[in-house]
């Protein structure tokens, strides 16, 4: 029986829209704007200039440090520029603008299939990071550094995210349904690299095709376990993750691993696979393009670097009434200023909205309802964080624990005096984050 967690709520799906649809393969676009950081952690450093000919494969950024990781070129061509371009997470980054060539050539020694039988953890890790392997539920933590944790810190359970609780999101669910094979390769790699023989996968219950699926490909396989989690967001946050499948609750200010456990999405575990069974690294993606404003949903594999215009373009455009774009989900997702903005390592959605469908934020004040305080899955104060953040007093939001906000939107998205909650967390967040950090 599947646990749940504190909180949480019921929005609308909408999963039916793309859920459905096969993985489709999208040409190479006319071009490319591939960003030269795409983790979370330090960032990369560009090791290529306007001109060059680059390999499909090659490295174009290197890591930056441990808590990095490198990014390569998606395909074979040219690189006509380097500069600041518009980006999924609404800011400009430096970015190289790739002309393909056509010929798509694999740089020497990637796409060269490999035993991977024999392989250590420490070349496991070793793999990962040259193959720029992040996280692929949106997070983009290099892969690499969540398998090395601390000799005091042992781990002994593996989960394999495959909630995807965000709405319209389909992405992962359909990874699990084509290429489910693969990704329990990978992760066996992942369970290989830090020890453990207790693999558990997690996926709500309104897909059941992909539990039937899971069910199926490890019957038989001791270490491999499906749990059919309970359908309500947001369930796929790593922390009520860990509590729903082990009852175990990871520290305020902890990591996953403070909690004995490791948690991988499972396109991550997809991306593993091909950079040890395949020499690939991660120069491409599935992305579910959904929603109401686009005019043909879908799955699609495109390359890291195609333009939201171009997929929105493939999945046939977009309705002459949509009003909003979002990179991600509606939930947790940014909303789009530029079409321009193009697929990085976490892009898992883009989603398009009418404007009868859009939530319309306001200042209005707190009526003290305390509903926010209800699906806090954190068990914060939503509303006293608020407004201590309106009123810039970012002492006391770090006091009443804004720093272990998750950003879900719950609580926004039960306010009935339509507050923007999860902006001023955000903003109290990075205020903090800009202090000296406190010693002795």
């Known amino acids: 029986m599947a646990k749940g967690f504190f909180g949480g709520i019921h929005p609308d799906y909408h999963k039916e829209l793309a859920s459905d649809q096969p993985i489709k393969v999208m040409p190479l676009p006319e071009q490319l704007i591939v960003y ?13 200039e306007k001109g060059d000919e680059v390999k499909k494969g090659q490295v174009i950024a290197e890591a930056g440090g441990f808590v ?10 040219k690189i006509k520029s380097i500069g600041l371009h ?8 430096e970015a190289a603008v790739i002309i393909p060539d056509g010929e798509d050539e694999w740089a020497e020694g990637c796409d060269k299939e490999r035993d991977i039988s024999g392989l250590t953890p420490d070349e496991i890790k070793d793999i990962v990071n040259n193959a720029g392997v992040v996280g692929m539920g949106g997070a983009t933590f290099p892969t690499h550094v969540k398998l090395s944790p601390p000799e ?12 995807e609780c965000e709405p319209y999101l389909a992405s992962d669910h359909r990874l699990m349904l084509e290429k489910g094979e693969e990704m329990l390769e990978g992760a066996s790699l992942f369970a290989r690299a830090i020890n453990v023989d207790n693999i558990v996968v997690a996926i709500e219950k309104n897909k059941p095709d992909a539990i039937e699926k899971m069910k199926s490909l490890t019957a038989g396989m001791d270490r491999f376990r499906v749990e059919a989690l309970g359908v309500i967001y947001p369930q796929g946050a790593e922390k009520q993750l860990i509590f729903a499948i082990t009852d175990r609750k990871v520290p305020t200010g902890g990591l996953p691993m403070d909690a004995g456990a490791l948690v991988q999405n499972v396109g991550t575990c997809f991306a593993a696979f091909e950079a040890a069974r395949l020499n690939r690294p991660l120069i491409q993606r599935v992305v579910t393009v959904t929603g109401s404003g686009i ?3 879908g799955n699609i594999l495109a390359r890291i670097g195609t333009t939201f215009r171009d997929i929105i373009n493939y999945c046939g455009g977009m309705t002459d009434d949509t009003a909003k774009v979002i990179s991600g989900g509606p939930m947790m997702g940014v ?3 530029s079409l321009d903005s193009a697929v ?3 892009t898992s959605g883009i989603v398009l ?6 939530a319309q934020f306001e200042n209005n004040p707190c009526i003290r309802c305390g509903r926010c305080l209800t699906v806090c899955p954190m068990k914060l104060d939503p509303s006293a964080l608020s407004i201590f953040a309106e009123r810039m007093r970012y002492d006391e939001t770090e006091e009443y624990s804004v720093m272990d906000c998750i950003e879900c939107g719950s609580c926004a998205y039960v306010c009935p005096s339509k507050r923007p909650l999860v902006q001023h967390f955000k903003r109290a967040k990075a205020e903090i984050r800009k202090r000296p950090k406190k010693t002795g």
């Not at 795409?38 to 090791?47: D, E, H, M, T």
């Open 335 to 337: 909303a789009q200023y």
């Open 36 to 48: 030269f950081s795409q983790n979370l952690g330090a960032p990369s450093k560009p090791v290529v």
């Open 353 to 358: 909205l009418k404007v009868d469908e859009i």
């Open 68 to 77: 990095s990781t490198p990014v390569h070129s998606p395909t074979s061509g």
């Open 152 to 163: 005091d810190k042992p781990i002994d359970i593996l989960i394999l995210n495959g909630a």
């Open 295 to 297: 005019k043909e949903p």
């Open 344 to 346: 990085s390592k976490g």
């Open 86 to 93: 518009p980006s999924p997470v609404g800011t400009e980054m």
